[in-house]
Structure formats: structure tokens, C-alpha cells
């Protein structure tokens, strides 16, 4: 049988989705790493960024900013895309213990959303 999921099994897959948008690997989203992600959030939220304006965009990129970065720096660190994503999700020890979901279950789960991020379980 497989493993509960743990809470660190969460840390993990957030770190994993932070790894995929930092794509210089410097240990920070920033510039064109947050252009991106604001391209995925907004066709998350099934609009298209290609038929916003320039205006539009910064808008969408100032609002990423806002969730994820905590000190105000215009970047995003892995901590404050951790923290930002575990209260976005409301994931904490006790609530992901709650679930009970395997760590297969939740992983598929996560595949299913974010296939590129997590290309198989």
C-alpha cells in the first residue's frame, strides 16, 4: 500500500513547481520567469495572454507579484513561493494529514492540473 501524503510530500511538489519556472536555476523567479508564470495563471484562469494588451499584462505580472512576493523585492524566493502556495491551497500539516490521499493519488492529481510540471506519476 502506498504512503499517506505528507506534508512534506506537499513542500516537495511546490518546490518542484518553483524549479520548473526558475529557469536560469538562480534560485528566483524574476524578469521573463515572472512573465511566464503570469502566461500560466492567466490561461489557468482561461484567458488568453496573448489577447491582452502590454497595460493588461503588467497588470496580471503586478498581481503574481502581490501573492507571492512577501518583501516586496520584485522577485520571488522559494520560500515565498512555498508560503504563498500553502496558503493559497490552505495545505498545512493537519489539513494535508486530513486528506488521506496517497502520495501516488496526489501526485496523479497534480499531473492531471500541471502536466508539463509534472510530466507522470
Known amino acids: 500500500m502506498d504512503a499517506l501524503i505528507t506534508f512534506d510530500d506537499v513542500v516537495a511538489a511546490f518546490k518542484q513547481m518553483f524549479e520548473f519556472y526558475d529557469k536560469d536555476k538562480n534560485g528566483r523567479l524574476e524578469g521573463e520567469e515572472l512573465v511566464q508564470l503570469t502566461r500560466f495563471f492567466l490561461r489557468m484562469g482561461n484567458q488568453n495572454p496573448d489577447t491582452l494588451s ?3 499584462l503588467a497588470e496580471a505580472r503586478a498581481e ?3 501573492l507571492f512576493d512577501a518583501n516586496n523585492d520584485s522577485l520571488v524566493s ?5 508560503n504563498a502556495w500553502a496558503s493559497i491551497t490552505k495545505m498545512t500539516p493537519e489539513s494535508v ?5 496517497t502520495k501516488r493519488e496526489y501526485l496523479s492529481g497534480l499531473h492531471e492540473q500541471f502536466p508539463e510540471i509534472f510530466p507522470s506519476v
Do not use: N
Not at 78 to 82: F, L
Not at 97 to 101: I, N, T
Open 64 to 66: 503574481v507579484l502581490r
Open 78 to 82: 522559494p520560500s515565498e513561493w512555498i
Open 97 to 101: 494529514s486530513s486528506l488521506q490521499k
Open 54 to 56: 502590454a497595460e493588461e
